[in-house]
């Protein structure tokens, strides 16, 4: 993922079949082959590996209208990685500077400390208050996760597994329920969770951002810490933190990194919460739960098999829960990040797609394992309306 | 250009005009882009025919190119703009314009994707039985462009079968409707159907018309492992001939079936050397029928297994599996150039052992074969394990060598992927002279000035005008 040329053999299988068209949701808006994954991986070739054509605005746009969701590389028949291809692209093209230097520090401050401590805090939360955020992006909560839950939780009787809990940024600072439902509810299953201390973000915004420089920093604090955690699995609420550590993060590494081998062993631990809990199996019966649920599989699904049918097996557990499922679940919701804030009107009118199929489901809450589809979502349904699925698991548990 | 793109934007909005050098790059071409892409001076994407119609007396007025495009998933060259000029976007104009289940009958846009159309059809229970590999990307208007058909063709024929009217815009701007939604029409020469096959070289599809069927309620699928190709063959159309027309039959090589075990459990028996996966449509009764039928016929040949597979769900992992075979061989080759040479049924065997033979003498390409054995329609696929020179030397000379093989069998050079610029020689070598100057003459009297795809069907492309 260093560089752009690493791919070359990776685009070369791309037989121009153009099967990417039926699942990119920036050309599903758009309709111009140019912002299809085709077309992107043919210009990253001729603009930075044979240099036929220059590198123009155009060039960078066409880069950036790109949400990593990675349902091209999902449907094309060669698998050829795009979202790296485009990330590698974007870190020769930007060299760490897509932003302006402040938004670029305030990125750093906040990978680096986990979303919202001290001085950052602070300016978070006046800035939400002031309106200056997105709308978007939560209001902080007033005390991150790790402030409520520290060390180490005990399984509920004999443990049967213990595991590392990798908490994300989102789940950190906006979401801390989804955090108190994984520990809970893994602890309520017979499953010891240890909160590994000195996480720091998993390095997915910065591998939007082009900037491998920040990945490897954040690689160089997390891997060791997990690396060290004597446990059965890593779990981690989010399919992105998961993609990242599973997929993506050994790659993120030079290839004579003394921690790759490191970051290799610890991605064939890391699970998803609720694609964890189906392999394991629940030891506690769920008590019925009388509500109806939709299910958005989050884009970044395509580091294991299972995810994205993990929370349907988890509901069918759970007696009275309805799950009515969407038309087309695994359509991406336009969230993509941070890609909303950037290319606001397309990922308002992706995610209006979305919402439609929702609404007509009639469903009280919809379920996703992605912080950031959580977010773009709740704004138009409300926000007690999206939830992770593992906060239902700890409703039914009555945790 | 900067004028073209003035004089474009007048006529369909500025933002649907593109012409910045990486909009033309992205617009160069369709799967054969390892032979030939072309430039293109502007893309336009239209949202309505009266926008067609503008660009269309715009660019006849002053001799411009026209090139239309749906997806751009073509097999042959067919949207690449060889001659630069203005390429028409399709995929804007995608709206199912009805479905009318009382006249069986749907009307589309030409921009409509096929998966799309057979989900709607669906909803109101029926169906429209065309299904090319590509058709969760390729649009209706592209497929009567190129008379595509897929696996369904034995059965149900192609495109063209259920093609009832159109709405087209000549080069010269003027907007006609051949056809319509009567089931039957006997008005003169046939043109709706001239435009099926016509790749964008007479005007520009803008509206389609096509029959519907009932959806079949039930599907059944079996999967026969053959000792021999002969073998397979002449069970095919002894199914055939004895009065079992089953929705799909296609032929698998041994080699294809060792990846395909992959997704089946319990693996299918590797001995055979063809398989044949069939499925089967109809009320439960009419299948339970043909599964007999199959069944006996099958143990008459005395083929070395036979599986039915009851679950629907099931049976849906084989066809995916069937699907996936390139892309499973894409993992472990770099690249792959699919053909189409269709040959009569009875001639299969013959067309199969040959490009076996063929294939054990190359050294630089690997050639496969699979393909809808109902119909004759066959897929030899050539891989490449490395790309470079001489792997694409070998591999454009064992093209032309498959293509003269399937001719000299009686075959067709292109069965269901069209011509474009890729076939162009061998549509020569198929029709001849005399059938070539008439198809020639046919494009001038819709296409005086030669604008239309120009360099697409036969070779000297943009010279019909002139050549006359």
Request: hydrophobic residues 40%; aromatic residues 6%.
């Amino acid at each position: 993922m260093l560089d752009v040329n690493t791919y070359r053999d990776a685009m070369a299988k791309c037989s121009h079949c153009g099967l990417c068209q039926a699942t990119c949701p920036v050309y599903l808006e758009d309709f111009l082959q140019t912002h299809l994954a085709r077309a992107r991986v043919d210009l990253i070739r001729a603009v930075l590996v044979e240099g036929t054509l220059p590198v123009t605005k155009r060039f960078r746009e066409v880069l950036d209208r790109c949400l990593l969701c990675t349902n091209c590389s999902r449907t094309c028949p060669a698998g050829i990685p795009v979202d790296e291809i485009v990330a590698a692209a974007r870190n020769r093209v930007y060299q760490g500077k897509r932003r302006d230097p402040i938004r670029r520090q305030l990125l750093r401050r906040f990978m680096h400390q986990r979303g919202m401590k001290g001085l950052m805090g602070m300016a978070g939360s006046v800035a939400h208050k002031m309106g200056w955020t997105p709308e978007e992006l939560p209001a902080p909560a007033s005390r991150s996760f790790e402030k409520r839950t520290k060390g180490r939780v005990p399984a509920k009787g004999k443990a049967r597994a213990k595991v590392a809990y990798f908490v994300g940024c989102a789940t950190n600072t906006l979401y801390p329920d989804t955090g108190k439902a994984v520990v809970h509810v893994l602890a309520h299953n017979d499953i010891e969770v240890l909160i590994p201390k000195g996480q720091v973000c998993c390095g997915m915004p910065a591998l939007a951002e082009g900037d491998l420089t920040l990945v490897q920093e954040m690689m160089r604090k997390n891997v060791p810490i997990l690396a060290d955690c004597d446990v059965d699995a890593i779990v981690t609420d989010c399919t992105s933190c998961g993609m990242m550590f599973r997929a993506k993060a050994a790659k993120a590494l030079p290839a004579d990194d003394p921690l790759r081998p490191q970051a290799e062993a610890l991605a064939a631990k890391v699970w998803e919460v609720t694609d964890y809990l189906n392999q394991v199996g629940l030891i506690a019966e769920p008590p019925p739960l009388s509500e109806s649920y939709t299910y958005h599989i989050p884009c970044h699904r395509g580091w294991t098999r299972t995810v994205d049918d993990a929370p349907r097996r988890l509901l069918a557990g759970i007696p009275e829960a309805q799950l009515v499922e969407l038309e087309y679940p695994d359509k991406c919701c336009g969230a993509g990040g941070t890609f909303f804030m950037d290319f606001k009107e397309l990922a308002a009118d992706i995610r209006s797609r979305k919402l439609a199929d929702i609404r007509q489901t009639g469903a009280q809450t919809v379920l996703t394992q992605c912080p950031a589809c959580r977010s773009f979502l709740r704004t138009q349904l409300g926000c007690d309306r999206v939830t992770h699925p593992i906060v239902v698991l700890a409703k039914a548990y009555g945790l | 250009m900067k004028g073209l793109a003035k004089d474009l934007a007048r006529r369909v909005a500025r933002e649907r005009v593109k012409t910045d050098p990486e909009d033309l790059f992205a617009y160069g071409g369709d799967a054969t882009y390892y032979v030939k892409r072309g430039n293109p001076d502007a893309v336009v994407l239209p949202e309505n025919t009266e926008e067609v119609s503008e660009v269309m007396k715009y660019a006849f007025r002053h001799a411009i190119p026209v090139t239309p495009r749906g997806a751009g998933s073509g097999l042959s060259g067919g949207c690449t703009p060889l001659h630069g000029g203005i390429v028409l976007d399709m995929k804007r104009m995608g709206r199912i314009l009805d479905i009318n289940r009382r006249n069986m009958s749907g009307r589309v846009e030409a921009g409509v994707v096929l998966a799309d159309f057979h989900k709607a059809v669906k909803k109101q229970g029926l169906f429209y039985p065309p299904n090319p590999q590509s058709m969760n990307v390729c649009t209706l208007g592209g497929n009567v462009a190129t008379r595509a058909c897929g696996p369904h063709g034995v059965k149900y024929g192609a495109t063209g079968d259920y093609l009832m009217g159109l709405e087209v815009v000549l080069p010269d701007g003027s907007v006609i409707a051949p056809g319509g939604l009567a089931a039957r029409s006997s008005a003169g020469y046939d043109l709706t159907h001239l435009f099926a096959g016509s790749e964008g070289t007479l005007g520009v599809i803008t509206k389609v018309n096509l029959r519907l069927l009932a959806l079949p309620p039930a599907h059944r699928t079996a999967v026969v492992a053959c000792e021999s190709i002969e073998q397979a063959g002449d069970t095919v159309s002894e199914i055939l001939a004895g009065g079992t027309l089953p929705a799909m039959i296609e032929f698998i090589p041994q080699m294809a079936i060792v990846a395909m075990n992959n997704y089946i459990t319990p693996p299918l028996i590797t001995e055979g050397q063809a398989y044949l996966l069939i499925d089967l449509d109809g009320t439960q009764d009419e299948i339970k029928a043909q599964t007999g039928h199959i069944l006996g016929i099958c143990r008459r040949m005395g083929v070395l297994d036979i599986r039915v597979v009851e679950d629907e769900k099931e049976a849906q992992t084989y066809w995916t599996a069937r699907s996936n075979l390139g892309a499973m061989l894409l993992t472990v080759m770099k690249k792959a150039i699919n053909e189409d040479v269709a040959v009569p049924r009875e001639r299969i065997p013959e067309f199969v052992r040959e490009i076996q033979r063929m294939a054990s003498t190359l050294s630089k390409v690997v050639l496969g074969i699979g393909g809808h054995a109902g119909d004759g329609n066959m897929h030899p696929s050539i891989f490449f394990p490395e790309v470079n020179s001489e792997a694409e030397n070998e591999a454009q000379a064992t093209i032309r060598k498959v293509v003269r093989l399937g001719l000299s069998l009686g075959g067709t050079v292109s069965g269901e992927h069209g011509i474009g610029f890729h076939k162009a020689e061998f549509l020569h070598w198929e029709l001849g002279e005399i059938q070539i100057r008439l198809l020639k003459r046919i494009k001038k009297a819709f296409d005086p000035k030669g604008i239309m795809n120009p360099g697409k069907l036969w070779k000297d492309g943009r010279a019909a005008p002139c050549s006359m």
